[in-house]
């Protein structure tokens, strides 16, 4: 195997939460009198870090309605519906053949630590993974200083390490931390942005492996 690290993002990548994360975003523009609605395809155009960014490319006020308010009853809204969302159906198994190939692998997340914690022990997979580092609040920033910290705490050198995500900010965290990336169509942004990186992508987690 190339790589003897592999670091994963959960939400998009591995987690399948896509359709929550619209349902929830689309009950809070209803709950706060906006008519506009988000689509998957409309969703996978705009979506995007740091979240407030997303949040202005919705059309929310934050004179009105400031950020931090929404963040909070965004997750509020997915957390009742989180038990819809699954682990897509390839992940196990490619995590299953990465660490049989010995790589050492783990999950690094602009989730908020304990629900990271939470949503990877409820499919019994924190077995495959050495950790699960989240963040501290709701707020969904500071991802590339999380895995810099990572790496430096565990003393590994970036150029042993791949970082697989599903967004355009999880090639700019390893580009941030100096190490190569892959990422997968799917998730939370379409294609065409993944591409338009320069990064390698592939279409499906099982394809995966033969970039590694």
């Known amino acids: ?71 909070e009853l965004y997750i509020s809204l997915y957390c009742k519906l989180q038990d819809r969302a699954e682990l897509y159906p390839q992940a196990e198994g490619v995590l299953n053949k990465i660490g049989s190939a010995g790589a050492v692998q783990a999950v690094i ?44 705490d565990n003393k590994i050198p970036a150029d042993k390490v791949v970082f697989i995500g599903d967004t355009v900010h999880d090639f700019e965290v390893a580009e941030y931390v100096g190490c190569d990336s892959i990422l997968v169509a799917g998730g939370h942004q379409n294609y065409e942005r993944l591409k338009n990186t320069g990064a390698s992508v592939a279409e499906s987690l099982n394809e995966i492996v033969r970039f590694l």
């Not at 990548?13 to 689509?39: H, P, S, W």
Request: glycine letters at 8%; proline letters at 2%; one cysteine or more.
């Open 1 to 71: 195997m190339k790589y003897k690290y592999i670091i994963w993002d959960w939400n998009g990548t591995l987690y399948d939460d896509v359709q929550i994360g619209i349902d929830a975003m689309n009950q809070m523009l209803e709950l706060k009198g906006y008519k506009t609605r988000l689509t998957l395809e409309r969703y996978r155009e705009i979506f995007c870090f740091p979240i407030i960014e997303y949040y202005r490319r919705i059309g929310f006020d934050f004179g009105i309605h400031p950020f931090e308010e929404l963040a």
């Open 109 to 152: 997340s602009a989730c908020e630590k304990n629900r990271l914690a939470q949503q990877i022990n409820q499919f019994g997979i924190m077995k495959y993974f050495s950790g699960a580092v989240g963040i501290d609040d709701n707020l969904a920033a500071g991802k590339a200083e999380l895995a810099k910290k990572w790496l430096d």
